[in-house]
């Protein structure tokens, strides 16, 4: 797969709160960042820990791609998060490494 296809896999599942979907997208040493570097996950451990009860909680969820960039093996994608519990729109961008058929890093940067 690409990496526009292995992001895009993510994206589906998340999409559908497939929380094994979703973490067979991710390596098992996966790390995830703010844009300050601060750690919010690694492994799929914790990432199950963090998104599958966001995803019991929230099963209406869907994230919008409102523009995507696509370089080498990095993936930037800005979305929109909406259909959550608290009605709060999120708006966020990602930039994602993807090695093999496998995210490996990804940066949140939230807006």
């Given at each position: 797969?690409?990496?526009?296809?292995?992001?895009?896999?993510?994206?589906?599942?998340?999409?559908?709160?497939?929380?094994?979907?979703?973490?067979?997208?991710?390596?098992a040493d996966v790390?995830?960042?703010?844009?300050?570097?601060?750690?919010?996950?690694?492994?799929?451990?914790?990432?199950?820990?963090?998104?599958?009860?966001?995803?019991?909680?929230?099963?209406?969820?869907?994230?919008?791609?409102?523009?995507?960039?696509?370089?080498?093996?990095?993936?930037?994608?800005?979305?929109?998060?909406?259909?959550?519990?608290?009605?709060?729109?999120?708006?966020?961008?990602?930039?994602?490494?993807?090695?093999?058929?496998?995210?490996?890093?990804?940066?949140?940067?939230?807006?």
């Open positions: 797969m690409t990496p526009v296809q292995v992001v895009q896999a993510q994206l589906d599942a998340y999409n559908k709160c497939d929380i094994d979907a979703f973490a067979a997208t991710y390596s790390l995830i960042v703010d844009d300050a570097g601060k750690e919010l996950c690694r492994g799929h451990k914790k990432l199950r820990e963090i998104y599958g009860p966001m995803f019991r909680d929230n099963p209406n969820q869907f994230a919008i791609i409102t523009n995507r960039i696509a370089a080498g093996s990095h993936v930037i994608d800005q979305e929109e998060v909406v259909g959550r519990a608290d009605n709060v729109r999120r708006r966020a961008v990602a930039i994602y490494r993807v090695q093999g058929d496998v995210i490996t890093h990804v940066t949140l940067i939230r807006g």
